[in-house]
């Protein structure tokens, strides 16, 4: 679990924003559920053989009630729990999206972390291939907008998982397959094959990779109707020139989903370099007590993206900070409150030095600070009623500097600072 320190969350701001500004661009609407769901709702919804309820969730007992609670690990099933319970879908589908912190009790390494942030949308109430297109395009915005373009833009890998019958004959075949070859299973995957065979293509033992593409494939099982859903959502994807690859292996690793799976990959992260996965679910909704109702949805985790921006571009520092006032006495000092007072009310940030350190120590900080303006503030402004601004961080402007009246100084930052909320292009 990780500090998130001022320096990293300039970089996680700008992303939020521009994340979020994408999924309200495509109508969709935040929601904020808890971080505490009824242990119930996970082991119901994602299926009791999946890694993450077996091993990785932070569960607890309420002694004050004796009903059992866990940090969410994922936030599908809560949306879900979310809009059954308060019966969002009653007159139309919904469009929501969510951004918050989840929960995994992992192995830590780079890019898993046992408190991650995800940013996830879910479309409640949609059956059409279209749906899963609109999600995908709208990854594309998310990437485009945050400046994932070029090699960084991760590839999507897509599979069709089908129906929950369909599954079932395919899941036999593939437990038919592996049982023959137990003597090259390891713990793990022999415990998979006993509850759930499908779980060993998920499976990170790479000594099992030629075994994994000998094995058979979910598309043979594939129904008239399954096939006709990718193949659309396919051609549409075609129709948008955007690139994917099939993968007939990706199964995902939560039960909920049926039909389409898609996860984008981002080349510059290491062994975990899902930076986004999701699909369809039509039947969690029935299963938590809903209408049967089509649904589908991503989630984007927070941590990886960041780091690959980080690792791309360095730490990029912006300016962050309008104006800093530095002063040369307490009398100073006062003035430069009051007049950042009235400044702010035209929205622009601004930091006076509050300590009663030398003037060369405030003006330090100001640089530090990446303040784009500094403003002194000494008798002989007091007594003029002036104040002299000069341009801090700027290789154009480095050193320039402009007397005005108090008045003007609002109007002067508006009109002179610079909006350095793309980080990243
Ligand atoms: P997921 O594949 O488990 O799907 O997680 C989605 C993303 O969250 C991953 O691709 C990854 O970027 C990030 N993530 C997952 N675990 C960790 C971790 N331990 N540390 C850092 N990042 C992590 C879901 O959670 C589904 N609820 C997605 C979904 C929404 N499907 C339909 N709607």
Redesign the pocket.
Known sequence: MNDLLPQKLRIWRDLEKKISSVFCSYGFEEIRTPVLERTELFLRGLGAVTD?VEKEMYSFEDHLNGKKYSLR?????AVVRASVQHNLTYNEPKKLWYYGP?F?H?RPQA????Q???F???MLGYDGFESEAELILMCKAVWQAIGLSGNLQPVLKINSIGTSEERTLYVKALGEFFERYIDVLDDENLKRLKKNPLRILDSKNENLGTLKNEAPKISSFLGKSSKAHFENLLSLLDSYSIPYEVDLKLV???D??SSTVF??KASALGA?D??????R?DALVPLLGGSQQGA??????????AEILETEYGNKEGCFLDLYCAHTSQAAKMMAIELAERVRKEGISVRVDLTESSLKAQVRRAFRNRAQFLAIFGEEEMKAQHVNVRWLNNEEREGQQRKMPFGELAEFLLKNKHNDGNLYQ
Do not use: D, K, S
């Open positions: 993450i690990p994922e936030n599908t099933a989840m995994r992992e890019g898993r972390y046992r991650f942030f995800q996830g949308v879910e995902r690793g939560l909920y989903y996860e984008w975990q899902t930076v986004c996965g999701g699909g679910y589908c949805g991503f989630a984007i985790g927070m941590e990886r993206l």
